[in-house]
């Protein structure tokens, strides 16, 4: 099944001391473009983050957010820088003293002062946090993935649609060749009786005419390589997986061939009717671009 390149997935799960969230979302793009952003201090895992997306998204600019929420100090120690507190303690016992104020001092009034505080937070261990930010990175793109996957059904329905159309219109190019070619003899016979009026018309040379014309205005291996490029895109969309690029080339290959038709003969019909497919090819390339 082929996918659409935009999509998101969030998901949150709590760990033993920290709840962490991942949220991804993804545009079009030519080729794979992966930012990741989380918290500083969890900066190690940026790389195995990108690399577990590359294992599920092949096309497209994705962003990946990481936010990690504490939810236990268990990892942060708070002790007394002793040697600054006696310092402050022994000083503002000397203004009391010397300069006969109110001494006031309560642990309230000491807590002012932030350096009397050391806060030693405890090492990460990078391998289980690591393991912990990919869990949820997983579930995030289980989500993601599965609203790709149902875009990516909407698209494939209407570019088999769209196919059908163009195929449809291949037909009917098929179908006028053969009537353009009858009008021609038929002007041609006319405007030779205009011409030679009582003469007798030559209609080996009619003939001849003719069929330099509709060698010229033949337009068989055209629709043929059409309507193989069809079997070849409904190939791929059977098939599934990453065929954006794939279905690039091919939409490269639809558009030579109905230029082609198009600059063959003068018929107003199949003018249009070449338009027409062009439209659809258009709006078939449109729709590729969505494509991972």
Do not use: W
């Not at 989380?38 to 962003?63: H, Q, T």
């Not at 001494?103 to 912990?132: G, H, M, P, W, Y």
């Not at 249009?272 to 497919?277: C, D, S």
Request: hydrophobic share 40%; net charge negative.
């Amino acid at each position: 099944m082929i996918k659409s390149m935009t999509g998101y997935g969030r998901a949150v799960q709590t760990f033993e001391n920290r709840e962490i969230t991942v949220e991804i979302r993804s545009v079009n793009n030519r080729y794979l473009d992966c930012s990741v952003k989380l918290p500083r201090v969890f900066g190690f895992a940026e790389d195995s983050v990108k690399a577990k997306v590359k294992e599920e998204i092949s096309r497209g600019k994705v962003d990946v957010f990481i936010s990690v929420n504490v939810t236990a100090g268990s990892d942060m120690k708070i002790s007394l820088n002793r040697p600054v507190l006696e310092g402050y303690l022994s000083a503002m016992k000397t203004i009391a003293k010397d300069y006969e104020v109110k001494d006031d001092i309560s642990v309230s009034s000491l807590t002012r002062f932030s350096d009397i505080f050391v806060v030693e937070k405890q090492e990460e261990d990078e391998q289980q946090a690591t393991q912990e930010i990919l869990s949820v990175v997983s579930q995030a793109l289980s989500k993601f993935s599965a609203m790709r996957t149902l875009e990516g059904a909407v698209l494939e329905q209407d570019l088999r649609s769209r196919a059908r159309t163009v195929l449809a219109l291949v037909e009917k190019v098929e179908a006028r060749s053969p009537v353009t070619l009858c009008e021609y003899r038929s002007r041609l016979t006319q405007k030779m009786q205009e011409v030679l009026q009582n003469t007798n018309i030559d209609e080996g040379r009619i003939l001849q005419e003719a069929a330099i014309y509709a060698d010229k205005i033949a337009v068989d291996e055209e629709t043929v390589r059409l309507r193989s490029h069809l079997s070849q895109l409904d190939a791929m969309l059977t098939a599934g997986g990453a065929i954006g690029r794939k279905l690039d080339f091919l939409l490269q290959e639809f558009n030579r061939e109905a230029n082609t038709i198009g600059s063959k003969g003068n018929d107003l019909e199949q003018a249009r009717t070449v338009v027409e497919i062009k439209a659809e090819l258009e709006k078939i390339r449109e729709q590729t671009q969505n494509i991972e």
